[in-house]
């Protein structure tokens, strides 16, 4: 069984940055597409950023800012947030889907319970 747990959230100012954590236990890349997703208030959830055979693919809303990355030997899944904005807040997930997956939150399943961002103005 795949699973998840988060870790890295915290409160930063506006223009801070985070790295959240994503340790997955029994997790191979090469089964397994990895991915950071969140809910910030008002909105439905969203996938954000996705790596897929050390392949990353981003949302319009973070590209430039969030960076994903992995480390297999650690079996850690790594989202670096730079230049953080208000509307970044929220509770950010980890969460493992089939390989070739996309952005889209029905492709993720096996969700770790998430770890919460704060960004104040």
């Known amino acids: 069984q795949v699973q998840p747990v988060e870790s890295g959230g915290g409160s930063v100012q506006a223009g801070g940055s985070l790295r959240l954590s994503c340790v997955i236990s029994g997790y191979n890349q090469s089964r397994v597409c990895v991915g950071w997703l969140r809910k910030t208030p008002g909105k439905e959830r969203e996938a954000v950023a996705r790596?897929?055979?050390?392949?990353?693919l981003y949302d319009d809303s973070v590209k430039g800012r969030f960076t994903i990355s992995q480390e297999s030997a650690k079996n850690t899944v790594y989202l670096q947030m730079n230049d953080l904005k208000p509307e970044d807040s929220g509770l950010y997930y980890c969460a493992t889907g089939r390989r070739y997956c996309a952005l889209r939150i029905y492709e993720y399943s096996n969700w770790g319970p998430g770890t919460q961002v704060t960004v104040s103005s």
């Open positions: 790596i897929d055979f050390g392949v990353p």
